[in-house]
């Protein structure tokens, strides 16, 4: 690699990661060097906000991470509206939907994911609402688009069904609620949040829900989707016709590698990077959403050596773009920050540090209220996850063990807390 390298960086996405890298850059006096191409209209904003409080009021706004001004004080060139469609490895060239050619000495990919689909939801060949399938009342939720089209349907829909019980679904499925709406979630698997959490947090969580008057049901098979003209009527649910309002899918996401793929770059659920970021050409990199990783937290290392990872979080997101900046500017600092989450449905404030080990033992740590508690995960003697329910305090603490490696403190002590039983 070259020191401090004096080409042309560009940079395609528009999200946490492909803003934080900006920012980074400009910090360290290259941003005239970066040119960031966005698919969408928008400057980059925020994402968590999309499922609640922009869905919810009327009024609210995106959040952009830096003003346009910003940009241009920064000296960054940004190509909005303007998707790339191809990249030239041999010739270091990204050409965009316009036509126009960006040269470049470093290609970051910061592509995302998108909304999982059904196909069955495809009317037609390019489906009743254009090449993505949209029928008038189903939607997904992903982007400032998708979120400003859900806030709309919403205003006309008193009945929501959500499919899909994974936190995206479960969030919009709270805020649904409490803009008093009917609401009915349906998932597959036997319990909520199935592949992310413990089986103890997934009961409170389903619990919580179903107080609040959602209509949760799990282990059910859906299909027999009943399709009028460009509306969905009804679908089959346990082999029982049940009608449709709205729908929105919450049916998880896959990596947006089809740039990278097509042009030849390692994939596998995701575009493969390096501990530093580099995809399998030298001169581009991929950050966020979009790739798969080597673990490198020392707090799970020694259990999964050698294990790849694609994540979908702000914090992965930021930290790799951290760790890509340094790449960029002739360093090696790997990444190996801790993985942690967090999650808004309702008066449920969601928040996991570390991930939950295959196997282990599990202690629950009282909170000081009912609503309020950890969930601490050990390997042998070794905390190595943390899940907190309104319990911020041991969420900063535990991130703070996990991430020196110390033994917990009395605060999160094993004696401080009740053990469960093994994992289910």
Known sequence: MNETPSGKIVIVGGGHAAAQLC???????????????????????????????????????????????????????????DAAVAIDRAGRTLRLRSGAVLGYEWLVLATGARARRLPDLAHGPNGPGGPQGELDNVAVLRSA?????????????????????????????????????????????????????SPELSEHVLQTHLTS?????????????????????????DGQRQTVGLMVLGIGAVPEQTLASDAGLACENGVVVDACMRTSDPHILAVGDCTRFPEGHAATLADNAGRRLRLESVQN???????????????????????????????????????????????RRPGTNPTSFSILHYVGDRLVCAESVNAPADHLAARKLLETGKSPEPALACDAAVPLKSHA
């Open 23 to 81: 920012g980074a850059l400009a910090t360290a006096g290259q941003g005239g060097r970066v040119h960031l191409v966005c698919e969408e209209a928008e400057l980059p904003y925020q994402r968590p906000p999309l499922s609640k409080a922009f869905l919810k009021n009327p009024a609210e706004a995106l959040q952009s991470f830096r003003a346009q001004a910003w940009f241009a004080d920064a000296g960054i060139a940004v190509h909005r509206a």
């Open 213 to 237: 008057g959602i209509d949760v049901r799990l282990g059910v098979a859906v299909g027999g989707f009943e399709i009028e003209g460009q509306h969905l009527v009804a679908l089959h649910v």
């Open 145 to 197: 688009a998708d979120a400003l089209r859900l806030r709309t349907l919403f205003d006309a829909a008193p009945q929501l069904t959500v499919l899909g019980g994974g936190f995206i679904g479960l969030e919009i499925a709270a805020t649904a609620r409490a803009l008093g709406k009917e609401v009915t979630v349906l998932e597959s698997a036997p319990r909520l949040l199935m592949r992310s959490v």
């Open 317 to 363: 997101a930021n930290d790799q773009a951290r760790t890509a900046a340094a790449t960029l500017l002739g360093r090696e600092e790997p990444y190996a920050a801790l993985p942690w989450f967090w999650s808004e449905q309702g008066a449920l404030r969601l928040q996991m540090a570390g991930l939950m080990p295959a196997d282990g033992t599990r202690h």
